[in-house]
């Protein structure tokens, strides 16, 4: 049941990366054999909350790629600046 939960959550969104979150070994066994994404929580978190933390993580990887962005582009016309003043 948990393979084809999570084979859903992929098919709903291919996009996106779609984790199993829980605490336990078992499921993360399962999850393993069948290839799916998986997350050992701790038993005291709650699903909302490991969700939560995934939706945060993916934000942040999502910011400093856009960060990166920005720092190559105003690298780019820094030097454009500089060779603009030159001429």
């Known amino acids: ?5 999570w084979e859903r959550g992929v098919e709903a969104a291919p996009s996106e990366n779609v984790f199993v979150a829980t605490d336990s070994d078992e ?10 994404q998986a997350v050992m929580t701790d038993a005291g978190v709650s699903s909302e909350m490991a ?3 995934k939706a ?17 582009a105003s690298a780019y016309f820094a030097m454009a600046e500089l060779d603009r003043r030159s001429k």
Do not use: F, S
């Open 1 to 5: 049941m948990v393979i084809h939960t």
């Open 56 to 72: 945060l993580e993916r934000e942040n990887r999502e910011l400093r790629q856009a960060n990166e962005i920005l720092r190559k």
């Open 27 to 36: 499921i993360m066994d399962v999850c393993a054999k069948y290839g799916a």
């Open 51 to 53: 969700e939560r933390m």
